[in-house]
């Protein structure tokens, strides 16, 4: 289905506070403790450099009414360069990954380090244009995470709705093996408890959040948060 662009900028802009919270620089501390992983270096984008980057939208260029794309600063790399060069990265702006483009948002520093980041940058898509149109509306920056890259393709996710303290089971991704139904259950109640315990230990408001366990009783990672809206 086809996003409605301006509907959907109003939503975002209507509860743009709980959509910078989801950030991962924004979690309340000690949650990211529980994150499938923590960035190898952090990236920032001023409000300016955000709106450059945005411009290459095309329906997000129209709706702010700008004629023309605009240059997309070279951004410092402290911290980026201890990086091994060979190890493959997730790139995440802000609270969004490419998940529409997958290729954009997986790189090695090596490549990253030749080519910089014009290209994934100049790909943002429509949804994640209007995520990030919170960060526009309050002024605020952001930054570019670079993540590790985790395979987690022998992993189950899950997506959990929180609204007001009771967690549902929204979405199961995992490809079954012989034997993984006889534990189906027990995993996803192990998953919903985890939920429920995150979200009361850090007073999480209405929200989605993405988890994967690796079928480890002691392994369920939090992937990442977003605002029930």
Excluded at 91 to 101: A, D, F, V
Excluded at 139 to 151: A, C, N, Q, R, S
Excluded at 215 to 223: A, K, N, P, T, V
Aim: glycine share 8%.
């Amino acid at each position: 289905m086809r996003l409605d662009f301006a509907a959907t900028i109003r939503r975002i802009e209507a509860c743009a506070d709980r959509v910078i919270e989801t950030s991962f620089e924004n979690w309340p501390e000690g949650l990211a403790d529980h994150a499938l992983a923590r960035p190898l270096a952090s990236l920032w984008f001023t409000p300016r450099d955000l709106e450059a980057v945005l411009s290459h939208n095309p329906p997000y260029r129209r709706l702010r009414g700008w004629s023309v794309e605009r240059d997309i600063p070279a951004l410092p790399r402290t911290g980026a360069e201890a990086i091994d060069g060979d190890r493959s990265l997730f790139l995440k702006l802000g609270p969004c990954s490419w998940h529409e483009r997958w290729g954009l948002g997986v790189g090695s520093q090596a490549a990253l380090a030749a080519h910089g980041f014009g290209t994934a940058l100049r790909n943002v898509t429509d949804r994640m244009a209007v995520i990030l149109h919170a960060f526009v509306t309050r002024g605020e920056g952001t930054y570019l995470h670079l993540f590790p890259f985790i395979d987690l393709a022998t992993a189950r996710e899950y997506r959990v709705l929180m609204r007001s303290g009771v967690a549902g089971l929204q979405h199961v991704k995992h490809h079954e093996r012989p034997g993984d139904a006889a534990g189906r259950q027990d995993a996803d109640n192990r998953i919903i408890g985890t939920a429920c315990r995150l979200a009361s230990t850090y007073r999480l408001k209405d929200c989605v959040l993405d988890l994967a366990s690796t079928g480890r009783e002691d392994d369920i990672r939090l992937i990442e948060i977003n605002p029930a809206v």
